[in-house]
């Protein structure tokens, strides 16, 4: 029994992992990657953004995506797809362009509608609207071309046109550290009512969780929080899991990184309307964790050479086992 087929049984969608294209051309990784008892769902972890898909305006190029959905595809596992409307990863012809407010909602229009309908029925989910909220915390809106040009109205216009494009995806706002009680999180509230407001539909909201080693929220805290979003009536998934910690990772490290696993999992598992868990890609090898944060890494359940870290590995089994 592995992380997907346990989580399956208990009741939940999927269990899964973020992945990449340049990966793909490592067998061994290949391999797990495939293995549908410990992942039943993949992200891409690059592939379909605006900057890969919509380069030059009005030219899309789809290759990379395709290569993630058709693996979906072909080993019977959810695709999540990953994301719509963004402000980074946006190419300069967009974020530089200098639109009026009736052109950039053209152009947002325009790339989600046709994203969306080349991936129509392939996505178990759209993550539409990706980080929209300032990293200072305070809960105000991250200042981008949409928000400065379009303001709030960018984000409802944005699940509009992707609900219109493939009706049986499921649409997500998604965002960190709104996975506990804070600003932040209720302004990612506010935000799933203001996209109700205005009669667009969001089915769910995607708690990333890239956490670190010691510092991650209890389940309790983690329950709690879930319960706000879903007492709004979407879903909740955990859609980018990672707990980094200073490298080298120590044994004692390890301990605390199965125990905060756990924690996640164990809230993911006491919510009925939290789908399902997502790592951010499974091994340490292709963690985006060192290239941002110096000094830090060994964030994900299988180290630097494709081996599982088999406490962290054998906590979360066991955490999807309780509910
Ligand atoms: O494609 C270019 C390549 O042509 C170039 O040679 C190379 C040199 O640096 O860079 C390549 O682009 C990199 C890209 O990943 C693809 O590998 C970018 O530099 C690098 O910044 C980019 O990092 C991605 C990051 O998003 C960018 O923000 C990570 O792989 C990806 O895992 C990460 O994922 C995000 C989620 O989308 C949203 N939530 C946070 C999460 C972690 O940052």
Not at 23 to 46: C, R, V
Not at 127 to 136: C, K, P
Not at 168 to 194: F, H, P, R
């Amino acid at each position: 029994s592995g992380l997907n087929t346990t989580i399956v049984a208990a009741g939940k969608l999927y269990f899964g992992t973020a992945t990449d294209n340049t990966e793909l051309s490592n067998t061994a990784y290949e391999k797990q990657l495939n293995n549908t008892a410990d992942f039943g769902q993949i992200t891409p972890g690059n592939s379909m953004k605006w900057d890969a898909i919509e380069p030059e305006r009005g030219a899309y190029t789809y290759a990379e995506g395709d290569v993630i959905a058709n693996l979906a595809k072909e080993n019977g596992q959810k695709l999540r797809c990953h994301n719509l409307v963004w402000y980074n990863q946006l190419p300069s012809w967009v974020s530089g362009g200098g639109f009026d407010n009736a052109t950039l909602i053209d152009i947002m229009k325009n790339h989600i509608t046709n994203e969306v309908t080349h991936y129509k029925g392939r996505c178990y989910a759209w993550d539409v609207v990706n980080e929209a909220l300032s990293d200072a915390g305070d809960g105000s809106y991250r200042s981008n071309v949409f928000y400065e040009t379009i303001g709030e109205a960018y984000i409802p216009i944005a699940f509009a046109a992707a609900a219109a494009a493939d009706p049986d995806a499921k649409l997500y706002y998604n965002d960190y550290s709104i996975e506990s009680a804070g600003a932040k999180s209720t302004a990612a509230q506010n935000v799933v009512q203001m996209i109700q407001a205005y009669g667009a539909k969001i089915d769910g909201v995607g708690l990333q969780s890239h956490f670190i080693v010691g510092e991650t929220p209890s389940t309790t805290a983690q329950v709690a929080n879930m319960k706000a979003f879903t007492a709004l009536g979407v879903d909740v998934a955990i859609t980018e899991l990672d707990i980094r910690v200073a490298t080298p990772e120590t044994t004692a490290d390890e301990t605390q990184q199965a125990i905060d696993y756990a924690s996640t999992v164990k809230a993911c598992m006491q919510v009925d309307k939290c789908i399902g868990i997502t790592i951010w890609d499974w091994t340490d090898k292709y963690s985006w964790v060192p290239s941002t944060f110096s000094g830090e890494g060994a964030a994900l359940p299988w180290d630097s050479n494709l081996d599982k870290k088999v406490p962290v590995y054998d906590a979360i089994l066991s955490a999807e086992g309780e509910s």
